[in-house]
């Protein structure tokens, strides 16, 4: 890493030399809760500490400290690197850095890895727990630039990998999502909400608030996944400097295509996530019970390694009771909040956060102040576009930057997204290679229903939406 990269010079914001950011708290907030497509917002982080948190900074900062790095092929297979099937390493940042330039000896953790065919990802690493004995560096993410006061580390994840380190495709259950690239470049693919038919979701393996498709979206199995055509790819390259905004319920699969990769996010809250936790404990309590039941001693063949909670029927019972609670908890205050408005609208709060999803899933363009938010677009956000229909060549994205994080002024008069609804697409069966019971035929025809192929039915997102709902409603009677 050159010293060139670990104290990049602050961008300047179009020909002038002033450090004035674009957009106030306020109008950044106000941006990205109304906004419902990906964007990516320049020159907002050009003052943060954080801007210098380059792989080899943050080794001397942690002194030693081991972290757990997620190994996987560089390979071409259809069928995605979800976490179960990876291993892991626990291993300084500065034995991935030897590692990473290929020379690292046959003592080190990595010994078993060769450079040449596998990537390492230090993913998911909360800064609570990464910094505990050194919180004064929380202050160094300043997310209240972007309308979020005393938003900071504490709120943060951390990611360190090399090329080729990546997630699979999935979407968060919960809230939106802000990340800040400081070092080397990510290739985002991201696809709309509405499209979720045609990207197969499945909950196996399981994590709570992640939805993960069955394709690899950067090499798929048409023949299996034909409906993946369908799909509407949005691809964006992130450089040192620019945060993307990535809406609720968005998919996306993560890539990083430079040696060393560092990224900072945080997902931000919203209304519609005390529903969404309802709808996640019901998914919970359904792939624990069924998978406990096919194979109570191998937990880990289906759970992520990211879940590390109790699995028992009596605790997720708890979890989905303790969700319920904190819905009707929350409408009860929002009431005592907006009683008046609520009593002239002739409004329920019930009624509010059913209706929530679907208000969400409307076109872009029947939003309320979508030309407002609109009229935002150019060289400092910028929208995220679907791609064309030949893909980006690996060095670069639909959408380039120079060093100091600017998009390239080409792009600043991109064309506005307008989503179309969708007729639904049925999901097809899983096949005949995914996991089926040791009393399975060894070749089942191709009719044969799995335990995950009757979990792909039982908590798709679109039923255990259904499911949360009724069963709301069904308890809002009683009081």
């Known amino acids: 890493v050159t010293e060139s990269l670990e104290k990049p010079s602050p961008p300047v914001l179009g020909e002038t030399c002033e450090c004035v950011k674009p957009f106030t708290p306020e109008k950044a907030k106000e941006i990205i809760m109304s906004l419902q497509q990906p964007a990516i917002f320049c020159n907002m982080v050009f003052d943060w500490p954080a801007q210098h948190w380059t792989a080899e900074h943050l080794s001397r900062v942690l002194q030693g400290k081991q972290i757990r790095f997620r190994m996987g092929l560089r390979s071409t297979d259809t069928v995605p690197q979800f976490e179960t099937a990876c291993s892991y390493v626990d291993a300084t940042l500065e034995e991935f850095l030897t590692w990473n330039c290929d020379q690292s000896s046959v003592s080190g953790p990595f010994k078993d890895y060769d450079h040449s065919k596998f990537w390492a990802y230090a993913d998911y690493k909360y800064f609570v727990n990464l910094f ?16 979020f006061p005393g938003r900071n580390g504490q709120e943060s994840t951390l990611w360190i990998g090399s090329l080729g380190a990546h997630t699979p495709c999935h979407l968060d259950s919960y809230g939106c999502n802000l990340v800040f690239q400081v070092q080397g470049r990510k290739r985002w693919h991201l696809f709309p909400p509405e499209d979720m038919p045609f990207l197969y979701p499945t909950r196996i393996p399981y994590e709570e608030s992640s939805v993960f498709s069955k394709i690899n979206v950067v090499n798929p199995d048409l023949e299996r996944f034909p409906q993946f055509q369908k799909a509407r790819r949005h691809t964006v390259t992130l450089s040192p400097g ?3 905004f990535v809406p609720r319920h968005w998919w996306h699969y993560v890539e990083s295509i430079d040696p060393v990769t560092v990224s900072i996010n945080s997902w931000i809250e919203l209304e519609e996530d005390h529903l969404a936790r309802v709808e996640e404990a019901i998914t919970r309590m359904l792939v624990c019970a069924l998978k406990t039941a096919e194979d109570p001693h191998h937990p880990r063949a289906w759970l992520n390694p990211t879940e590390v909670e109790e699995t028992s029927h009596e605790v997720n019972c708890c979890y989905l009771n303790d969700a319920v609670c904190a819905f009707f908890d929350h409408c009860g205050k929002a009431k005592e909040v907006e009683t008046q408005a609520l009593r002239a609208n002739g409004e329920k709060c019930v009624q509010e ?12 363009t029947v939003r309320t102040g979508k030309q407002e938010v609109a009229s935002q677009f150019g060289p400092d956000l910028v929208p995220v576009t679907p791609a064309s229909e030949d893909r980006p060549s690996e060095k670069g994205g639909i959408l380039g930057s120079d060093s100091k994080g600017c998009i390239d002024r080409d792009k600043e008069h991109s064309a506005e997204l307008s989503y179309a609804r969708r007729q639904q697409a049925s999901i097809g069966a899983s096949a005949a290679s995914e996991q089926v019971t040791s009393r399975c035929p060894v070749a089942p025809s191709p009719t044969f229903v799995s335990t995950d192929d009757l979990l792909d039915c039982l908590v798709n997102p679109q039923v255990t939406r259904m499911v949360a709902q009724l069963l709301i409603q069904g308890k809002s009677l009683r009081f």
Not at 132 to 147: A, L
Not at 353 to 364: D, G, I, K, R, T
């Open 132 to 147: 505990e004995d050194k919180t004064n560096v929380f202050q160094e993410v300043m997310w209240s630039d972007f309308g």
């Open 242 to 244: 620019q945060v993307l």
């Open 353 to 364: 956060h059913m209706e929530v999803e679907q208000a969400h899933s409307q076109s872009f």
